[in-house]
């Protein structure tokens, strides 16, 4: 799966952020937006607390050519979030087939539609699969995410909610079957959207659950399997 767009969605403890940890540890070039300095990722080696830092890592990488690019930014508390992702996604504009994560990104925009977003995200979701940027946005309530990123993410992980507000948001953009199997899940299990308006339900802490999201349809993953047995 490349130049894609992937949102994770649910309450704190649901697992949205285990679930994005293991679809980046299944790639190399990541990059992650973590205000909230996540547990999750204590597995990527490289931290950086400032837009300073960051370029420092991106003249360090010049100069050793690692074999795995990897970094984490936690930025300071002082700055103001809206800020802290617009100079994090212009860093990240300048780099080519990686993959980007947004941790809670709701919390760094002013609004739902594209003017409230940050305008080096907006260049970063509305241009970013041209330049090999694959794009990972987690986010507590499916309301509060930016429409430019809901409607066009290619799959969608949503964990269960009742929250009319939520559930109103999810009509208009997978529909109301899918959006009544969300209320349905139990506190650990995510509904996977597909770009082709399949799905499938998953356990959050199920092994497979990041080779299920990097197919394209549900059934492209069985029909793998398939081949794997013949």
Same mark, same amino acid.
């Given at each position: 799966m490349h130049n894609r767009l992937i949102l994770c969605v649910g309450f704190r403890g649901s697992g949205k952020s285990t679930?994005? *940890? *293991?679809?980046?540890? !299944? =790639?190399n070039g990541v990059f992650v937006f973590d205000?909230?300095?996540?547990e999750v990722y204590r597995w990527i080696? =490289?931290? !950086?607390? *400032?837009? %300073? /830092?960051?370029?420092d890592y991106s003249r360090w990488r010049r100069a050793a050519n690692p074999k795995r690019v990897m970094l984490r930014y936690l930025p300071d508390g002082r700055v103001d979030p809206y800020d802290a992702l617009d100079g994090f996604c212009a860093w990240a504009w300048g780099w080519r087939n990686c993959w980007l994560c947004i941790e809670e990104v709701s919390e760094a925009t002013r609004g739902l539609s594209s003017a409230g977003m940050p305008s080096e995200l907006r260049r970063v979701v509305n241009q970013g699969r041209h330049r090999g940027l694959n794009q990972v946005y987690t986010g507590l309530r499916y309301a509060e995410i930016p429409r430019p990123i809901s409607a066009? !993410? %290619?799959v969608q992980?949503?964990? !269960?909610?009742? /929250?009319?507000?939520?559930l109103d948001s999810m009509r208009a953009r997978i529909g109301e079957e899918a959006t009544e199997t969300v209320q349905g899940l139990a506190r650990h299990e995510a509904l996977v959207f597909f770009p082709d308006r399949s799905w499938q339900s998953i356990g959050s802490r199920d092994a497979k659950i990041a080779e299920l999201v990097l197919q394209d349809t549900a059934n492209d993953l069985q029909a793998h399997k398939a081949e794997e047995r013949a």
């Open positions: 679930v994005a *940890s *293991s679809i980046l540890r !299944a =790639n205000p909230h300095g996540d080696p =490289n931290t !950086a607390r *400032s837009l %300073d /830092e960051l370029h066009g !993410a %290619d992980i949503i964990f !269960a909610t009742r /929250e009319p507000s939520d």
